[in-house]
T-cell receptor, first 111, second 110 residues
Framework: DGGITQSPKYLFRKEGQNVTLSCEQN?????MYWYRQDPGQGLRLIYY???????QKGDIAEGYSVSREKKESFPLTVTSAQKNPTAFYLC??????????FGSGTRLTVV | DAKTTQPTSMDCAEGRAANLPCNHS???????VYWYRQIHSQGPQYIIH???NNETNEMASLIITEDRKSSTLILPHATLRDTAVYYC???????????FGSGTKLNVKP
């Protein structure tokens, strides 16, 4: 079945460490996105990519980095510069005329 | 993309229809209305979308007013499993970004 896979489901990070969240899709979608969700809040856009080797900052890109070397993959790195990284992270993909397909999310906790 | 306004929360009795409103008064002619829902700690799930005409699928119905400035998502027979946050989003088809607001928390009660 086609879908979008995020891993790991839960991730713990020590302060000062970088950590990378994985997002893989087999839907042949051109565009991929990363959102952050804090408790009781909506989704905020971190980064998005509409084609391979190109990506754009969203509303809250500071402290995050991404790459898009393959159509299927859009990993997100949470760097030590992100002051409050504890959150639920959601990856999504879409084609031009479809809506979004979301992954099941990664819950990141700083310990 | 046009912004949307939704009530923060709503209650619905199990088995009754749930009617979730959304205002999008600045919507443009080429912007579609999409609805998603998010059950706690899961990724949002697509429900339905439309441009001008009313739409229906196995999950829900979407009613869009003639002036397209508002819409209503209807869950015809709400169940406890429909308890979730429902997001109304407007989006230009050929420009992919979705902006999510805070949505409506629907509480379906026995």
């Amino acid at each position: 079945d086609g879908g979008i896979t995020q891993s790991p489901k839960y991730l713990f990070r020590k302060e000062g460490q970088n950590v990378t969240l994985s997002c893989e899709q087999n839907l042949n979608h051109d565009a991929m996105y990363w959102y952050r969700q804090d408790p009781g809040q909506g989704l905020r856009l971190i980064y998005y990519s509409q084609i391979v080797n190109d990506f754009q900052k969203g509303d809250i890109a500071e402290g995050y980095s991404v790459s898009r070397e393959k159509k299927e993959s859009f990993p997100l790195t949470v760097t030590s510069a992100q002051k409050n990284p504890t959150a639920f992270y959601l990856c999504a993909s879409s084609s031009s005329f479809d809506g979004y397909t979301f992954g099941s999310g990664t819950r990141l906790t700083v310990v | 993309d046009a912004k949307t306004t939704q009530p923060t929360s709503m209650d619905c009795a199990e088995g009754r229809a749930a009617n979730l409103p959304c205002n999008h008064s600045t919507i443009s002619g080429n912007e579609y209305v999409y609805w998603y829902r998010q059950i706690h700690s899961q990724g949002p799930q697509y429900i339905i979308h439309g441009l001008k005409n009313n739409e229906t699928n196995e999950m829900a119905s979407l009613i869009i007013t003639e002036d397209r400035k508002s819409s209503t998502l209807i869950l015809p027979h709400a169940t406890l499993r429909d308890t979730a946050v429902y997001y109304c989003i407007v989006r230009v088809v050929d420009f992919n970004k979705f902006y999510f607001g805070s949505g409506t928390k629907l509480n379906v009660k026995p």
